[in-house]
T-cell receptor, first 112, second 112 residues
């Protein structure tokens, strides 16, 4: 039972490049989330999904897109990376009945 | 929407002493309050949680208390040990039940 797996763990992008971060969970959770965490700051919600085929905006959605084509996967895309998107990205999932999140180990992204 | 305030932002204690972190929330309909511990370079991990129909919950050296009337909840760590050093986040689940709102985090340092 792997829980929540994020790939890649580290990535360096040049300004303007695009990339996709992958989150996979094997707990049959209905809800999935993408957060970013900047130094000295808490967790800020980017986008989330309450089920396959559905997505919704969080607190800081600009510059990001997401897709949830399969229940177990939640993809976060950066179409044109900017230095302001340098951050650590965490994916999380939870049951729809309400309860705590299970977090992945994070993706450290640097945009130069 | 929900707003969660967390204090203090940093906390330094001597090994063996107690540590207390306090959070307040704004949405009286919130009904679930988890606490997460984040160690350096890792994703947040759920350490304890409490639902709105309970006033206190304990798990070995950690406990959480909830005051629904005042809309605040607290994490208590007794007999602190160096391995308790980490960033701790509180959170609240709103009435919609589909996403947590996190506090800003507390960096706890336990000095040997």
């Amino acid at each position: 039972n792997a829980g929540v797996t994020q790939t890649p763990k580290f990535r360096v992008l040049k300004t303007g490049q695009s990339m996709t971060l992958l989150c996979a969970q094997d707990m049959n959770h209905e809800y999935m989330y993408w957060y970013r965490q900047d130094p000295g700051m808490g967790l800020r919600l980017i986008h989330y999904s309450v089920g396959e085929g559905t997505t919704a905006k969080g607190e800081v959605p600009d510059g990001y897109n997401v897709s949830r084509l399969k229940k177990q996967n939640f993809l976060l895309g950066l179409e044109s990376a900017a230095p302001s998107q340098t951050s650590v990205y965490f994916c999380a999932s939870s049951h729809k009945t309400g309860g705590g999140y299970t977090f992945g180990s994070g993706t450290r992204l640097t945009v130069v | 929407g929900e707003n969660v305030e967390q204090h203090p932002s940093t906390l330094s204690v001597q090994e063996g002493d107690s540590a207390v972190i306090k959070c307040t929330y704004s949405d009286s309909a919130s009904n679930y309050f988890p606490w997460y511990k984040q160690e350096l370079g890792k994703g947040p991990q759920l350490i304890i949680d409490i639902r709105s129909n309970v006033g206190e919950k304990k798990d070995q050296r950690i406990a959480v208390t909830l005051n629904k009337t005042a809309k605040h909840f607290s994490l208590h760590i007794t007999e602190t040990q160096p391995e308790d050093s980490a960033v701790y986040f509180c959170a609240a689940l709103g009435a919609a039940g589909n996403k947590l709102t996190f506090g800003g985090g507390t960096r706890v340092l336990v000095k040997p």
